[in-house]
Every structure is written in C-alpha cells, then in structure tokens.
C-alpha cells in the first residue's frame, strides 16, 4: 500500500547529540513537510520542500536543519537537541501546493535525556 | 499566532452526535481541515471546507462561515472508536496548515 513510513518510532538520544529522523513516502508526492508536536500541543509546521525547493517556517530555530536527496526521502536532523526539543514529529506529503489533502506518517516520538 | 480555538475537552454518550466548535483567525484564510488523531498516532484527515456551508460525509459533516472565522465538525450515532482528538487547521497560502491544539473528544458507553 502506498503510504509515508517514518523510522524509527521511537529514537532517543543525548542532550546536545546530533539525531536525524527519516520520513520515505511511496506516493511519489511533490511536497513533504516536518511538523513538530508537544504534549497536549497543535502540531507546528517546521518546513515544507516542494520538489527540491526548501520552505522554512520563520520561527522554526536554526537548530532544526532538513534535507531531501530525492522524491521519496526526507530528512529531519536536529544538530544539538535540547529537553525542550522532546516531541513528536510527524511527517506528511501532498500532491502539490494546491492539493489540499495532507497525508500523514506515523510520527518519530523524540525523547532527550 | 494563528487564533485557532477550540474546546479543550469533550465527552458524549455512544450512539448520540457531537458538535465540535471551531474559530480562527480570518486573515489569509485558504480552507479549513478536520483531522482525526488517536493517542500516538499521525492526524488522519476528515474533511476540508473553502466555501460556506455544511460538507457531509457519512457520520461526519463539517460546517464553515468565512465571514464569522468559524466551523464546526458534527460526528452523528457515536462509536466508541470515535474516541480521539479532533484537530482543526487553517491553511493560508501554499498549503500552510496551522492546527489548533485539538479537541479531545471522550466516548462513554
């Protein structure tokens, strides 16, 4: 079935070690988007690449850097993670920037010790 | 921020309808999504309203006014499994979408 896979679930890691989280989609969708979500919070868009163009949210800190080598893959690394950077992150494609459907992995459950 | 409000909890009975409240900021506005989203898992998607009036699918209809930044997300004949929480999101622009913390809804027997 087509679908967006994160891995791995659940990653945890050391105040102030580098951790990259890894979303692959099989939809072969156009936009991939990072979002952030807290404990009992909204999801917060970090950034979005339409294609191979990169699209960072303003408020989004410097700490948080994406890539995306092809169509498929997309990359979250965190270059020195905080306690406050313990979260969900949920990755999500859509067709295009008109498609209005959002289609949502399973989400990385971060946890910083 | 992006205004979004609604209610932080809910609880209702199996088998009765719900209505779940929604207002945001009108600003920018370019469509408003209900997504569902069980303890530990991703938002799946259930409804998307641009124009005003009620959009039905199934058990689930959404309503949007533009004019007054407000929609609602009405769940008919209630199942247990319908216990979640339910995200309201805005989009603005290039498919943005900036969700409201969630209304967690409770589904007693």
């Known amino acids: 079935d087509a679908m967006v896979i994160q891995n791995p679930r659940y990653q945890v890691t050391q105040f102030g070690k580098p951790v990259t989280l890894s979303c692959s989609q099989t939809l072969n969708h156009n936009v991939m988007y990072w979002y952030q979500q807290k404990s009992s919070q909204a999801p917060k868009l970090l950034f979005h690449?339409?294609?191979?163009?990169?699209?960072n949210e303003a408020d989004t800190p410097d700490n948080f850097q994406s890539r995306r080598p092809n169509t498929s893959f997309c990359f979250l690394d965190i270059r020195s993670p905080g306690l406050g950077d313990a979260a969900m992150y949920l990755c999500a494609t859509s067709s295009d920037r008109a498609a209005y459907e959002q289609y949502f992995g399973p989400g990385t459950r971060l946890t910083v010790t | 921020g992006q205004n979004i409000d609604q209610p932080t909890e809910m609880t209702a009975t199996e088998g009765a309808i719900v209505q779940i409240n929604c207002t945001y900021q009108t600003s920018g506005f370019n469509g408003l999504f209900w997504y569902q989203q069980h303890a530990g898992e991703a938002p799946t998607f259930l409804s998307y309203n641009v124009l005003d009036g009620l959009e039905e699918k199934g058990r689930f209809s959404s309503f949007l006014s533009r004019s007054k930044g407000y929609s609602y997300l009405l769940l008919k004949e209630l199942q247990m499994k319908d216990s979640a929480s339910y995200l309201c999101a805005r989009r603005t622009g290039a498919n943005n979408l900036f969700f409201g913390t969630g209304t967690r809804l409770t589904v007693i027997p």
């Open positions: 690449y339409y294609d191979k163009d990169f699209n």
